[in-house]
């Protein structure tokens, strides 16, 4: 160097030189996939965090399977008591809350869907699905009990499944425009500061608190003659004015950013998917059942009497 002369290096020999490249490239592909493979891990690790647990997909998905082993075990005995009595109503009725109990068992059993990289379209979609049956099944039902039909014919049935089906579709296709198009997170429990959720689901429990409370001002007022005498429809209604006045006082807490508001909304939520169902079939379709068994056993009395199995005890 002090000569003015460049150092130089020696040749690699041609026998490392290729162990030299591989090291090289395995060691750049390593750094690369290491950094891309970083944000995943904290997005996992985010979602992690918001999941609610095995403990509280259990609390929803047990009370939902029970209900449906109990729909299965009777279910070949109430086809054919539906059979027999042939109401077009009650069958379709059944029918609906079949298919809504299954969508709610899966509902409550896909929880973790909600924090699942690549499953939110699936739980946006299964959501919409189990809302609908749900909401199918309380404005049908208010369709049957106002116009006392329990057995009747497929013209009012259509009427009837007419007028809820455009209600319902018409709130489908509102949140769906919602979640899908705004990209407002309806059913995801982690958002809890999004307006346009709480506001959805505040007009949504102030129409069904409107429904029911008008059903009861009616009922006290001087045209109660017009509603159906049927005091399990007024217990029902009762109970659901109870349940969607709570529900609309937590969306206004919640849209507020007031932290009892969400909690007594979720509380709400769980309620709902775990008793709705059970509750509506004691009050309505156990009654209907029953009162088939009672038809049937005093069928069977009127044949025996006629029969004469009943003369020694006149004797």
């Avoid at 979609?125 to 049956?133: A, D, K, V």
Wanted: aromatic letters at 14%; proline letters at 4%; charged letters at 10%.
């Amino acid at each position: 160097m002090a000569n003015g002369q460049h150092l130089t290096l020696p040749p690699i020999p041609s026998a490392v030189l290729p162990a030299v490249i591989a090291l090289h490239e395995s060691s750049s592909s390593s750094s690369s996939s290491s950094s891309s493979s970083s944000p995943p891990s904290s997005y996992s690790d985010h979602n992690q965090i918001n999941c609610h647990g095995v403990l509280y997909t259990a609390a929803l998905s047990i009370p939902a399977a029970l209900f449906v082993l109990y729909l299965g075990f009777y279910l070949k005995k109430n086809v054919k008591k539906l059979s027999h009595r042939r109401s077009h109503v009650m069958i379709a009725y059944y029918v609906l809350l079949w298919v809504s109990a299954v969508l709610n068992l899966a509902w409550c059993s896909l929880q973790a869907w909600q924090c699942t990289s690549g499953k939110e379209v699936s739980w946006n979609l299964l959501s919409l699905l189990t809302e609908s049956g749900s909401l199918c099944l309380e404005i049908s039902l208010i369709a049957f009990l106002l116009q006392e039909n329990y057995a009747t014919g497929l013209e009012t049935l259509a009427h009837t499944f007419m007028i809820s089906g455009l209600i319902v579709g018409a709130d489908i296709l509102l949140k769906a425009i919602f979640v899908f198009g705004f990209g407002v997170p309806l059913f995801m429990d982690d958002e809890t500061t999004h307006s346009g959720k709480w506001g959805m689901w505040t007009f949504d429990e102030l129409l069904l608190t409107c429904t029911y409370g008008y059903i009861l001002f009616v009922h006290y007022s001087k045209w109660r003659d017009k509603l159906p005498p049927r005091p399990a429809f007024y217990n029902y209604a009762v109970i659901m004015f109870i349940v969607h006045g709570t529900g609309l006082f937590a969306c206004a807490l919640g849209a507020n950013g007031i932290g009892f508001g969400i909690w007594l909304s979720s509380l709400i939520g769980i309620c709902y998917h775990t008793l709705y169902l059970p509750f509506l079939y004691i009050t309505f379709l156990a009654d209907f059942f029953q009162e088939e068994d009672l038809l049937l056993d005093n069928a069977y009395y009127s044949e025996m009497r006629d029969a004469g199995f009943f003369d020694s005890d006149w004797e």
